[in-house]
């Protein structure tokens, strides 16, 4: 079964510095996809960013990148010129690449609490 | 405006009762999801719906029941069977491709009085 392990519960940063999220994973699996959500304070998962495991290319979006290591199933988190509104939980998410049932469903991690400093 | 509406967003429930949490969605995706939230957990799958009239279940089923009569539908009901249902709850809904995101409601808030 695949495992997603954020080992960081709380992180914080200030504000306009840069900071990176931490994120590991088990699958015996080659092809998948990850993603980071964020869960500001009134709850709602928001997606930040997607990551295809077929490509080598790391995702960015904006301010958001990530640092994806296959081969060490690291998927980490950069996020630059941070703002107070990234004040959050990030959870960190695996998903199968096979269609269809059970393998459809996310698999999250712990969270990390980030607290932005003004 | 496109997205994932869920009602309410608390609910109380008393013992022994059955309560029912709202999931709309009007993305015209196939697929719907149940989510359950603890403190200090990620989110674990209950019950998931890819097609009307078909669902299964997910990692932790037991206690609840859920319906898909209708694509836009996925409401989701807590039975008394449930012995801890103090939790937040939260909708998704995607495509079937696979790997494609899931987008999630505002989620619910259940309390047990």
């Known amino acids: 079964a695949q495992t997603v392990t954020q080992s960081q519960p709380e992180m914080s940063v200030q504000e306009a510095e840069t900071v990176t999220l931490s994120c590991t994973y088990d699958?015996?699996?080659?092809?998948?996809?990850l993603f980071w959500y964020k869960q500001p304070p009134s709850r709602q998962m928001i997606l930040v960013i997607r990551?295809?495991?077929?490509?080598?290319q790391n995702a960015t979006e904006n301010r958001f990148s990530v640092n994806f290591q296959k081969a060490a199933k690291s998927f980490s988190l950069k996020i630059s010129d941070s703002q107070l509104g990234d004040a959050a939980m990030y959870f960190c998410?695996?998903?199968?690449?096979?269609?269809?049932?059970?393998?459809?469903?996310?698999?999250f991690g712990t969270g990390t609490l980030l607290a932005v400093q003004p | 405006d496109g997205g994932i509406t869920q009602s309410p967003k608390y609910l109380f429930r008393k013992e022994g009762q059955n309560v029912t949490l709202s999931c709309e969605q009007n993305?015209?995706?196939?697929?719907m999801y149940w989510y359950r939230q603890d403190p200090g957990q990620g989110l674990r799958l209950i019950y998931y719906?890819?097609?009307?009239?078909?669902?299964q279940k997910g990692d932790i089923a037991e206690g609840y029941s859920v319906s898909r009569e209708k694509k836009e539908s996925f409401p989701l009901t807590v039975t008394s069977a449930q012995k801890n249902p103090t939790a937040f709850y939260l909708c998704?809904?995607?495509?079937?491709?696979?790997?494609?995101?899931?987008?999630f409601g505002p989620g619910t808030r259940l309390l047990v009085l």
């Open positions: 993305l015209n995706h196939d697929a």
């Open positions: 699958t015996s699996e080659s092809d998948y996809y």
């Open positions: 998410a695996y998903r199968s690449a096979n269609y269809g049932g059970a393998t459809n469903k996310l698999i």
């Open positions: 998704a809904s995607s495509t079937l491709a696979g790997g494609e995101t899931q987008y």
């Open positions: 719906s890819q097609i009307v009239n078909d669902f």
């Open positions: 990551q295809e495991a077929y490509k080598q």
